[in-house]
């Protein structure tokens, strides 16, 4: 383990950065404002993070050579890209202190460790069985029963490399299709919402965490946020309850997304743990003090983490691709709409290019029909009203 730095660690420090994308760039924005500088591992010189960073060093985030000479920029190492090799995970950490750990990342990058970390500390999930082999799809339909949902283990995001299945014919079709095995196979949630929990943890072991918010996907990507999530206080609390108690057996330092389903029963089911700034805590940067990128960067830096306050109710809606960036002249005319652009020089279909928050007062945001009126020229006319 190298050498510890000096907790917080001193203004005009470095940062390093692995991923030059959009949560890479709010990270680095945040480091900026408490006095800290960033140097990011990143693809191309032209990704959002390496707009407003100090330094970058491009190349494959698996090539020990551009990992040590990342390294050498940084006083201290974070990601916003989870996908580094355990090969490139322990050289960086044998260079640089890592926040979060290694260990952590292999347990999220790998959806088998992070059901049997979950399940080995009492945290409830969606029923699942490991699909090494053909032979094991036969148990499937009898202990999960149709339909469920087959994953792969590795480097799926935005509902990618996943398929909904519902009958032994799909299934079959659907393990020759998805790459790579082994995969996942995990009993369909009927669920009344899905909402998920930003939790942070300081280097002093001081743990904390935001509302909960509630998430609404469209073709599986990340939609809509809203926080909070309309649930009772009971079930608020033990959604935060469950995240702070993920993040402690993980020894995490720094944020984490934890995703959960709240099923038909009210229960809470743990979906997923994203060990880094999410998509679905956007909305902390308008409706906080200390938003999500902030709280991390206090926690890899040992800053204090003071109680994560919520000044505002608040929604956020992502901008996907050319047809929503096409949209963006009147988003900048509409007041209430604050825009966040990640400075991506392509709108591709699917691609996540920013996001727009809208504000309303402590337990003030409005049902169905006034949330679409604030979302002005974002609004969704296919959303039922209520
Ligand atoms: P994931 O890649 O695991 O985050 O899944 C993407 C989306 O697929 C989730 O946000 C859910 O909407 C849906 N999903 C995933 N797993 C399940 C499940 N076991 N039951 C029902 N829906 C699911």
Redesign the pocket.
């Known amino acids: 383990m190298p050498g510890h730095f000096p907790a917080p660690l001193p203004f005009n420090a470095t940062i390093g950065i692995v991923g030059g994308g959009q949560l890479g760039r709010m990270s680095a924005m945040s480091a900026a404002r408490l006095g800290y500088r960033t140097h990011v591992m990143a693809n191309s010189a032209n990704d959002p993070a390496v707009q407003v960073s100090h330094g970058v060093t491009i190349g494959s985030f698996d090539d020990p050579d551009v990992l040590r000479e990342f390294a050498s920029h940084a006083d201290v190492i974070t990601f916003e890209f989870e996908n580094v090799s355990a090969d490139g995970l322990d050289l960086l950490a044998s260079l640089k202190p890592v926040h979060p750990s290694g260990n952590i990342l292999r347990i999220s990058q790998d959806r088998i460790a992070e059901k049997s970390f979950l399940t080995s500390i009492d945290v409830p999930v969606?029923p699942w069985r490991a699909v090494n082999v053909r032979e094991d799809l036969d148990q499937l339909e009898r202990e999960l029963g149709f339909p469920l949902?087959l994953?792969t283990t590795r480097l799926?995001?935005d509902?990618k490399g996943?398929q909904r299945i519902t009958s032994a014919d799909q299934l079959e079709a659907a393990f020759e299709t998805l790459k790579p095995h082994p995969l996942v196979a995990?009993?369909?949630?009927s669920?009344d919402r899905?909402i998920s929990v930003m939790v942070v943890r300081g280097l002093n072991g001081t743990t904390r965490c935001f509302d909960p918010a509630e998430n609404r996907?469209k073709n599986?990507i990340l939609d809509l946020s809203l926080a909070p999530a309309a649930i009772d206080p009971t079930l608020m609390a033990e959604a935060q309850k469950l995240a702070m108690r993920i993040a402690e057996a993980l020894d995490l330092i720094g944020i984490a997304g934890v995703?959960m389903?709240v099923d038909r029963n009210g229960k809470l089911l743990v979906?997923?743990i994203a060990p880094r700034p999410h998509n679905s805590g956007h909305w902390t940067m308008d409706a906080c003090p200390i938003d999500q990128f902030e709280a991390h960067i206090r926690a890899v830096t040992g800053n204090p983490l003071p109680p994560l306050i919520r000044h505002s109710d608040a929604a956020m809606k992502n901008l996907i691709g050319p047809d929503d960036m096409a949209l963006w002249p009147e988003i900048m005319a509409t007041p209430g709409l604050i825009p966040h652009h990640y400075g991506k020089e392509k709108a591709l279909p699917g691609r996540k290019m920013g996001h727009v928050n809208v504000l309303f007062p402590v337990g003030g945001r409005p049902g169905e029909f006034g949330l679409q009126d604030a979302l002005g020229v974002l609004a969704d006319h296919s959303t039922e009203v209520e």
């Open positions: 969606a949902i994953k799926g995001y509902g996943q995990e009993g369909m949630i669920f899905e996907h599986g995703e389903f979906n997923e």
